[in-house]
DNA sequence: GCGCTCGATAGAGGTTTTCAATCGAGAGAT
DNA sequence: ATCTCTCGATTGAAAACCTCTATCGAGCGC
């Protein structure tokens, strides 16, 4: 039943049966045999029927819905008792905002000294994406921004506030700055991260907020590139603190504070809100409560951070 | 799988495998074959092995959680399915402390009428029974007094406040009074339930704060040979209001109101706090807000029931 | 030590599951 | 219109699994 349970999530997931049937380890034959004696044991119909993939039926939806919560339950005790015989063991799959990859270090590295046995595997994505692979049982906790409207039921546990910076060449109009406000920023010719990006419209908002109408030179959805390009000289940059921080400064790159209408954007860890946590899980939330003690750059935001709990 | 955790399921209620297997609806061989075939899966002890059955290893106890979890929201989802095809449909199975017996059928009549496709079990047990049988699947909702301490986690939907009358003859020495004080009442020959019902040790209580000790002179747990004990006019009895009124009185019996110390016991609804409920469970839960309108004394105690849930 | 209860084990029989191979319907191209 | 390609359903054989009856063996009480 739960191995069923499965291939419609596959299913739902893949939106194709080849493809489901691969995910799930099986041939397709299996996974229709299967489906089809789900919607017999059911007593409804879950697939739409048609030549191809159409979509589950509203039933179909329903089923999934609960298919999520059995399986994820069912992944959670398995997990719980390898942990009670052999210690926290298993694999955790991370996904964080590009603005964030630079402290999922913070996170990851005191991690594996407590728990030497738990492998990660750490994937780039936007923050929309990460709540949906949240959902889907496809990664097992987030880092992104926590003022996101709430897509599913999660967790969040707050880490750190995003404040961002000019990154810019010593030689460059601001270059000798020892700050900068939105406006200014404005007038120099900027490369930014593409604006399906969550933190290429936060910056997109600020930029206007100080009366200005974004228009970078340059897009992309890499951050690399993007400091590739400000190292040439030609172009400056925005860029959070802490992703600057990690990047480090060379001698040609100047990270300066950018002054102005603080909206501090908050960023955290999501899990799903599934009670009660995986014990991998549970682990993970303890280590970012740590961690965002380390992180805050003042007792004052550390206190404001507790507070979005 | 899912059937595997049903026989943990099973074998944690009866302790005795032969029965297990009963309920289960296998043989003895199966249900230890399943077991055994679990604890290959998880790779671990369940059952503490031992000529007779024992008990549950501590890695057993845990998977016993997680088992109830994920095979009550399959069942959950099974049925929610039938509902969405055929309408509400299946079994609800209750249990209510004997002194709420009489006010069941406040409940499950509108329902009926409202679902005439759902069958009930209804079944008398004490409060304490009640809860452990909602966290064993047992049955699906309780009606018993809300002041427990919490052994399950468990969502209460109050019903009406328990008070207090005297069930006597009229030629007896109480029997012209309008109204009597517990002090009176511990004056003339009682027959109540046995201690092991919370209904009696409340009127302990009730009575002891009244200055006196509680001597009954008959006690059962049937509160029908109660009342036909009163009807001989040789004992008295208290009972609550409700289910004096559903007893009815005859011109052999009359009920009279206790008035003294107003501890009120709220009684109510309990159901597994799942999310979400089962589409039987929220239905029932829904016409128990209604019921709790038309129950109550007076729009005060409604009041004072809402701020409970 | 005898008998009884309980749970484990063995082996047969039947069902279910799985896979490779193939079919057939529909979409898109020519 | 027809050809072709993709996708999901179907088929049939082999393997795996599950469930049963029958029986065993350990421990407990007498």
Known sequence: MIDKLEYLLALSRERHFGRAAEA?????????????????TLGALL???????????????????????????????????????????????IAAIPTALGMVSTLTTPFRTRHPDVTFKISSCTSIAILAQLENLEIDAGITYLDNEPVGRVRQIPLYYERYQL?????????????????EVASVPLCLLTPDMQNRRIIDRLLRAAGTEPAPTLESNSMILLFSHVRTGRWS?????????????????????IVGPDTAHAVGLVVPSREPMTSLTAALVAEARRAANELADSPDERENLRALQ
């Not at 799930?24 to 017999?40: F, I, M, N, R």
């Not at 060449?169 to 700050?179: F, H, K, M, V």
């Not at 940059?237 to 504070?257: E, H």
Request: hydrophobic letters at 40%; aromatic letters at 2%.
């Open 237 to 257: 940059s925005i860029m959070p603190a802490k992703l600057a921080q990690t990047l480090g400064l060379t001698n040609t790159v100047r990270a300066i504070p």
């Open 47 to 93: 697939v739409q029927r048609g030549s191809r993939f159409v979509g589950l039926t509203p039933e179909g939806v329903r089923v999934l819905d609960w298919a999520r919560r059995i399986v994820s339950d069912t992944r959670a005790m398995r997990q719980e008792i390898v942990a009670l015989k052999r210690g926290l063991t298993g694999h955790l799959r």
């Open 167 to 183: 990154l810019t060449t010593p030689d460059s109009p601001l270059g000798d700055r020892a700050e900068v406000t939105w406006a």
């Open 24 to 40: 799930c380890g099986v041939t397709q034959p299996t996974l229709s045999a299967g489906l089809k004696q789900l919607e017999a």
